[in-house]
């Protein structure tokens, strides 16, 4: 149980073109899902709270017109990285809750060319 | 300042002797605290979660300790095997802000045969 899946797990583009993430939980309804990235050798970042049918809460720093984050259902989330730059090259991670417990999906790898 | 801390140098550690992590924070409260095992290019896989009332908890191989006067959380693994190898994190929520977490900056774990 508590699996959560992410696609695509790779994606290589353009710079200045946009990217979508989708983060599903594929075995339970969550209500919050958080998106983070990580560079290497170093931990995760948290980037947004997600909640089902709101806006999403976006962490100090990080520019909500750039990653565009939509929760439409219990099970979906998606993360748009818009107009990508080299800069955006990370490897992004979403994670959904099950009670306090978050579980994360498997990670995309983003290469911005 | 609010900090997590894990140790940073990797841990080198014989099969089948115990492996003991580290995760001290500093001017937080957590209710809760949760490890994670990373391989590399992978999500984070949760292990265990600690609440702030509870000393010690178990799974298999796995044990955590919660300790809020010294404000650390130990990660044990016993009888370790080279499958062991990852890198562990520890989180922390940061209390009524969403079931957000905090990330430590996880320690590399190598167990040789």
């Known amino acids: 149980g508590a699996v959560v899946s992410q696609h695509p797990s790779r994606v290589i583009c353009k710079s200045g073109t946009s990217v979508k993430i989708e983060c599903r939980s594929l075995d339970f309804q969550a209500t919050t899902m958080f998106w983070y990235r990580q560079f290497p050798k170093q931990s995760l970042m948290l980037m947004a709270t997600?909640?089902?049918?709101?806006?999403?809460?976006?962490e100090q720093g990080v520019e909500k017109d750039k990653f565009l984050i939509n929760h439409a259902s219990l099970t979906l989330s998606t993360l748009t990285v818009t107009s990508a730059h080299p800069e955006d090259s990370s490897f992004y991670i979403c994670?959904?809750?099950?009670?306090?417990?978050?579980?994360f999906g498997p990670g995309t790898r983003l290469t911005v060319t | 300042s609010q900090k997590i801390e894990q140790n940073s140098e990797a841990l080198n550690i014989q099969e089948g002797k115990t492996a003991t992590l580290t995760c001290n924070y500093t001017?937080?409260?957590?209710?809760?605290l949760q490890w994670y095992r990373q391989d590399p290019g992978r999500g984070p896989v949760f292990l265990l979660l600690i609440r702030e009332n509870e000393k010690e908890k178990r799974k298999e191989r796995l044990k955590v300790t919660f300790d809020t006067t010294l404000k650390q959380s130990l990660f044990h693994i016993t009888a370790s095997q080279p499958a062991d190898s990852a890198t562990y994190l520890c989180?922390?929520?940061?209390?009524?802000?969403?079931?957000?977490?905090?990330f430590g900056q996880g320690t590399e774990l190598s167990v040789k045969p």
């Open positions: 997600s909640n089902e049918g709101s806006k999403a809460t976006y």
């Open positions: 989180a922390l929520d940061p209390r009524n802000q969403g079931g957000k977490l905090i």
């Open positions: 994670s959904a809750s099950l009670q306090v417990e978050q579980y």
């Open positions: 001017n937080y409260s957590p209710a809760y």
